[in-house]
């Protein structure tokens, strides 16, 4: 689409040297026009704590991450939008991989078989896809459970002070409008006060 605007660009105007400032024009104006409508759509709830395992068996909580920018990934390797959306989340954890205030972690949920099975099943599939997420395991449901959520993926940006400011359902199909939708997210979430009033997210 960019190509063919630059196309169209250059055989009206004939001026290469100005695209560049054109595009860019372009570029901050939809960039605020989406912080205009994540702004209504941020909410200021607590997040519910949790502790759970890691593929590695360590134990993580989400108290653990207080003072950071959490981005909390509910999925499960039977969820087709959720694989989907991998690629783009994939790229996302390498935007953010020397932010040492932004933390990712994956939740994995909602799958059938005994705990054994589901652990090296989800490994399996982690490692065969070389995705760099930091996977944890709800094996029983109830962390899913204590976040309401009603259908994956559903993803969380939680604020350093433990709010949830954000909630995301579904996947869009862009990896690159993931990605930059998330760091959105994030900016807003990290920059955000405790005192904003309380917003439904639907």
Aim: with cysteine; glycine share 8%; net charge neutral.
């Amino acid at each position: 689409m960019k190509k063919q605007l630059k196309e169209v660009y250059l055989a009206e105007t004939k001026d290469p040297g100005k695209w560049d400032d054109y595009v860019a024009k372009l570029e901050a104006a939809s960039l605020e026009t989406k912080r205009q409508e994540l702004l209504k759509k941020m909410i200021n709830l607590p997040a519910p704590g949790f502790t759970l395992r890691d593929m590695a068996g360590k134990e993580v909580t989400l108290a653990s991450l207080k003072g950071k920018t959490v981005v909390v990934d509910f999925w499960a390797t039977w969820c087709g939008p959720c694989i989907a959306s991998f690629p783009g989340m994939k790229l996302a954890v390498e935007k953010y991989k020397d932010d040492k205030e932004v933390k990712f972690v994956f939740i994995d949920t909602w799958e059938t078989g005994g705990k054994d099975d589901v652990t090296k099943k989800v490994g399996s599939f982690i490692e065969k896809n070389a995705y760099p997420f930091h996977v944890l395991m709800d094996l029983d449901s109830k962390v899913v459970e204590s976040f309401d959520v009603e259908g994956i993926p559903t993803k969380f940006v939680i604020d350093p002070n433990s709010k949830i400011r954000f909630r995301s359902v579904g996947f869009g199909g862009s990896a690159d409008g993931l990605v930059n939708e998330l760091a959105l997210m994030i900016e807003m979430a990290r920059g955000s006060t405790a005192g904003t009033p309380a917003k439904k997210a639907f």
